[in-house]
């Protein structure tokens, strides 16, 4: 996952020069060992160069003439093979160098600590991930990279079920990732397994530091939202049916493009979709108050100057915590408006504490809004999200969100109520392993 965050530093204008150099060094240094111990290295390395710097450019402004414009032509779509070869090839790489360049980069104890745990918390629960994967990649019922818009991250995924009668309801998904490596492909899992239930899943994908900002997260979440509420009836989704989801920094995000719609709504303003089409909002492990949450960072690695970095300084913190906009006099009639607000945290959460979520209710029950809490005992913050689903079998969070969308449907009840159990992907000793470890 690192890797993203490494090639945008790495092609970013303010930082280039930097990391350039500290790559050189680190290949003058590693090339004369692959040559001598490793040589069967030199291919995949060569075509990672290749591939690095021909796909990996951060975005910059030129002038483009028509005449070129009209030459241009779409590249062929590589084929799943050599994807997966420069996946596992540049994996291997940037591993192997990962710790030599935090060194030369001056990066500290605790990062180096947070990488090591989570390396293995990724290798104790790959037998789920490469499961899980597989499906991504060759499902029939799942289709990938639907652009709605003109960003370079403007894409998301859609995972069909494998009924095609009727008009499925419609869950909006907004990944986490902590504003920097978020990734639509990391909520496969929950699309596959709602999508068994007769659900449909669109991950929406979103530019993330330092390809953009806070405020261009949310106008890419926004965005996407309006194309599923526009669209998704051509792909057999309810438009009247459709439900927003957000995890982490996702449940941040889509929480911050929920508001500011009904702000825009309520003052009458231009709109590219209602949040009367969104039956209830969904938020799992999320951060309402960022003014809450700048030392909480700071002190778990995620550094005060890079997150104030994000979120476009100090005084755009109150602009993007939802819990003080919906406090602010001028949107009481945005906040009437709201759909049905269900937040979930686990008690045990590090990463962002439960009271973020207690927090935002309360406030969020003062100001006239529907809303409810759901806490999970001795719960972390990829608990919900990646090992009990991984777990299969019965899952509180789960079931309770099938049976909040299927609520006004007495034959899907019926359905679920005759469903199979969740499949289990990892064996019970390393999810309690990946339990222990996890850095998050």
Request: include cysteine; proline fraction near 5%.
């Amino acid at each position: 996952m690192y890797w993203q965050l490494l090639k945008l530093m790495y092609h970013a204008p303010a930082t280039a020069g930097y990391h350039q150099n500290a790559w050189a060094r680190i290949g003058r240094s590693v090339n004369p060992f692959v040559q001598r111990y490793a040589p069967f290295l030199n291919t995949p390395i060569s075509a990672i160069q290749r591939w690095w710097f021909r796909v990996s450019s951060f975005p910059r402004r030129r002038a483009v003439n028509k005449t070129q414009s009209l030459k241009a032509r779409p590249r062929r779509q590589q084929s799943f093979g050599r994807e997966i070869g420069h996946a596992a090839a540049e994996t291997y790489l940037i591993t192997s160098l990962s710790f030599k360049l935090l060194r030369y980069l001056g990066v500290g104890y605790r990062w180096i600590t947070r990488l090591l745990a989570l390396a293995l918390y990724a290798m104790l629960l790959m037998p789920g991930f490469l499961q899980v994967g597989f499906q991504y990649f060759f499902s029939s019922q799942v289709r990938r990279s639907i652009v709605y818009g003109d960003q370079p991250r403007n894409r998301l995924d859609l995972y069909l079920p494998s009924n095609g009668d009727g008009l499925k309801p419609v869950v909006v998904f907004v990944t986490g990732g902590a504003w920097i490596i978020g990734y639509k492909a990391w909520g496969s899992l929950l699309g596959l397994q709602l999508a068994e239930r007769d659900i449909m899943v669109a991950c929406i994908d979103y530019r993330n530091f330092p390809q953009g900002t806070i405020s261009d997260m949310v106008n890419d979440v926004s965005q996407g939202i309006a194309y599923i509420c526009n669209n998704i009836i051509e792909y057999g989704g309810d438009p009247n049916k459709i439900y927003l989801m957000g995890q982490s920094a996702g449940a941040h995000i889509s929480s911050c493009a929920l508001l500011q719609q009904a702000i825009k709504e309520s003052r009458s303003n231009s709109i590219s979709w209602s949040v009367s089409q969104i039956k209830a909002y969904f938020g799992l492990s999320g951060g309402y108050n960022l003014l809450n949450l700048v030392d909480h960072f700071h002190n778990r690695g995620l550094y005060r100057s890079i997150f104030l970095s994000i979120m476009e300084g100090e005084k755009s913190l109150e602009q993007f915590s939802p819990e003080v906009i919906v406090q602010d006099p001028s949107t009481n009639n945005a906040v009437s408006v709201l759909p049905h607000m269900v937040l979930f945290h686990g008690t045990t959460d590090s990463s962002i504490p439960s009271d973020e979520s207690k927090a935002f209710v309360n406030t969020l029950h003062r100001m006239g809004a529907r809303a409810e809490l759901i806490l999970y005992d001795a719960k972390t913050h990829t608990d919900l999200f990646l090992q009990d689903p991984l777990r299969g079998g019965k899952d509180e969070l789960f079931d309770y969100v099938v049976a909040f969308i299927h609520a006004d449907d007495k034959e899907a009840l019926a359905r679920d109520a005759m469903a199979p159990p969740r499949k289990r992907y990892v064996p019970e000793i390393l999810l309690r392993l990946a339990h222990r470890v996890s850095p998050f």
